[in-house]
C-alpha cells in the first residue's frame, strides 16, 4: 500500500533571497574577504607605480650614462693635418673593451677630407644605424635609436655629428649601450619588489584578519548567550558588552522579558477563562442529567461537547502563546522513558520495544504539550495493538533541527482512505472500543501549533506506524 502523508511539510522559518544567495552570509568572511580583495588591490597598484617609476629612473639614467659617454668620447677624439682620425678614448668602463659586451663606441667619417675608422675593442663587427631620413637629427645634431647588437641584444644608441676644425671637416660619433641589461635589472628589481610586498601582504592580511576577527569576538558572545537563552540554560544576556553592541544586548533582554511576561500572561488568563466556564458548564452538564429524557440528554450531550471543545481551545490558546519562546527545552529520551514505563505497567500483556538515539535530542517545547502528543499516540497504539507495539525516536539525518518520533503497532491499521478522517475532532471509525475520538485529533493540533508534520501511515508490523517530525534545539 502506498503511503500518504496528512499534513504539510515543514516550512523553513526564513527564506534567502535569491539574489544573495551567492554571498556567504559570515559577517566575519565578508569584512575580511573585503578587507583582504582591498589590501590586494593596493598592493598591485603599489607595485605598478613602484616598478613604473623604477624604470623610468632606471632609463634616465640609462640615458644619462651613454649622453655622458658621447660626451668623453667626443672630446677623446681628434683629426690629424692629413683627415685622419686620431685619438685613444678610455671611457673608464671595462665593459666598452669586453668582446661582445653590448656596449661599443665608434667614430666615422661625416664629411669629405676625413677619414679612418676608430671602434671599441668590444665592437668585433660594424652594427649597421639607420638612415638620416629614417631617423633625423635633432637641433643639436644628435639622435638616438634602438638597434640589434652583435650576439642579438638589444641596444640604445646615442649618436652625433661633430665638426672637429676649423676646416669644418666632420666626424660621426656613436655610443651603444646594452638596453638588455637595463631589462633585466628591471626584471630582477620587479621581483624582488614582488616578494617582498607578497611578504608583506600576507602579513597585513594575517594581522587584518586577527584584528576583525578580535573586534567581532563580542558578536560570538552575543551568540553564545543567545544560544544558552534558547536552550533554558539561561533566562537573558549577561556580560559586559562594547558601547555599539550593549544597546542590541539590552533590547534583546527586555524582548525576552516581554516575551515571557506575555506567556505568563496568556496561561493567567487561560486559566481564569478555564475556571470561569468549568462551573456553569458543570451546572448545564447536571441539570441536563437530571431532567432526563430527551431534552434532558440533548442538554447533557450538548453540555459535554462544549466542555471538550472549551478544553480543546484551551489547550490550543496556551500551545500558540508559548509556542515561539526561547526558554522552553525539553530533553526527549527520559521523558519517553518515563511514559513507556507507565504504560508498560498498564498492558503487561503487550510487548512495548523503545528504540532510542545515542545522542541527547531536545524538543523546543513544553513538557506537557510532549507528554500529551506522546500519550494520546501510546494509548491509541496500545488500545489497538494485538500483541505488541514499538517506539523509535530518531534525529532526522541532513535536517538539522528536526527529530522524528515513529509509534506502530500489530493491530488492525487505518485504511488509507480513512486516515484524514482519524484526525477530525470526535470522529471514531470504530465504535467497538472505548474513547472520545479526540486522541489523534489533540495530537494533530499539538503538531500543527508546532510546525510540525503528522502522517499515519501502513506499518511493517501489519497495523498503525504514526509519524511525528518535529523540532528540537540544537
Not at 106 to 127: D, F, Q, R, W, Y
Not at 272 to 298: D, F, I, M, W, Y
Not at 395 to 416: A, N, Q, R, S, Y
Amino acid at each position: 500500500m502506498s503511503r500518504r502523508r496528512n499534513s504539510e511539510p515543514l516550512k523553513p522559518s526564513a527564506r534567502t533571497s535569491l539574489s544573495l544567495r551567492w554571498w556567504p552570509r559570515s559577517l566575519t568572511f565578508r569584512v575580511i574577504a573585503f578587507s583582504t580583495v582591498w589590501a590586494i588591490l593596493t598592493l598591485v597598484v603599489i607595485f605598478t607605480l613602484i616598478t613604473t617609476l623604477y624604470r623610468q629612473a632606471s632609463e634616465r639614467g640609462f640615458d644619462s650614462l651613454l649622453s655622458a659617454h658621447l660626451f668623453n668620447l667626443i672630446g677623446s677624439i681628434g683629426i690629424s693635418d692629413s683627415g685622419a682620425l686620431t685619438g685613444a678614448p678610455d671611457l673608464g668602463d671595462l665593459r666598452f673593451s669586453e668582446p661582445a659586451s653590448g656596449w661599443y663606441w665608434s667614430v666615422e667619417p661625416a664629411s669629405e677630407g676625413v677619414h679612418g675608422n676608430l671602434h671599441s675593442s668590444s665592437m668585433t663587427k660594424t652594427i649597421p644605424s639607420p638612415s638620416v631620413a629614417a631617423v633625423p637629427f635633432n637641433a643639436s645634431f644628435q639622435r638616438s635609436y634602438a638597434t640589434e647588437g652583435i650576439d642579438g641584444e638589444r641596444l640604445e644608441v646615442f649618436e652625433s655629428e661633430f665638426v672637429l676644425d676649423a676646416k669644418n671637416r666632420a666626424a660621426r660619433f656613436r655610443v651603444m649601450g646594452n638596453q638588455s641589461e637595463l631589462e633585466q635589472e628591471v626584471g630582477s628589481f620587479q621581483r624582488r619588489l614582488l616578494t617582498y610586498l607578497s611578504l608583506f601582504g600576507v602579513g597585513m592580511i594575517a594581522i587584518n584578519a586577527i584584528a576583525i576577527l578580535l573586534g567581532l569576538q563580542p558578536l560570538r558572545r552575543v551568540r553564545n548567550a543567545l544560544a544558552m537563552v534558547r536552550e533554558g540554560t539561561a533566562q537573558r544576556l549577561d556580560g559586559h558588552f562594547p558601547a555599539e553592541i550593549e544597546p542590541l544586548a539590552n533590547e534583546t533582554n527586555a524582548l525576552i522579558e516581554n516575551n515571557r511576561r506575555i506567556v505568563e500572561r496568556s496561561r493567567t488568563q487561560v486559566g481564569n477563562l478555564a475556571h470561569s466556564l468549568k462551573t456553569p458548564l458543570a451546572v448545564l452538564l447536571n441539570e441536563g442529567r437530571a431532567l432526563g429524557g430527551a431534552k434532558g440528554q440533548l442538554i447533557a450531550d450538548q453540555a459535554a461537547s462544549m466542555q471538550k471543545q472549551v478544553e480543546h481551545y484551551l489547550q490550543r490558546a496556551r500551545v500558540a502563546a508559548q509556542r515561539d519562546s526561547v526558554v522552553y527545552r525539553t530533553p526527549v529520551t527520559p521523558l519517553v522513558q518515563r511514559m513507556v514505563r507507565v504504560l508498560q505497567k498498564l498492558n503487561p500483556r503487550t510487548d512495548l520495544s523503545l528504540t532510542l538515539p545515542a545522542t541527547e535530542i531536545v524538543f523546543a517545547g513544553e513538557r506537557e504539550d510532549l507528554e500529551e502528543l506522546l500519550g494520546n499516540l501510546l494509548e491509541n497504539a496500545m488500545k489497538w495493538a494485538r500483541s505488541a507495539v514499538s517506539v523509535r525516536v530518531v534525529p532526522l539525518v541532513g535536517k538539522e533541527g528536526l527529530f522524528e518520533i515513529g509509534i506502530e503497532d500489530d493491530g488492525p491499521g487505518i485504511p488509507e482512505d480513512k486516515a484524514r478522517e482519524a484526525l477530525k475532532r470526535g470522529r471514531r471509525l470504530d465504535e467497538t472500543k472505548p474513547g472520545s475520538g479526540l486522541g489523534l485529533a489533540i495530537v494533530a493540533d499539538l503538531v500543527n501549533e508546532y510546525g510540525g508534520v503528522l502522517a499515519l501511515e501502513r506499518s511493517d508490523m501489519g497495523g498503525l506506524k504514526a509519524v511525528v517530525r518535529l523540532r528540537s534545539l540544537q
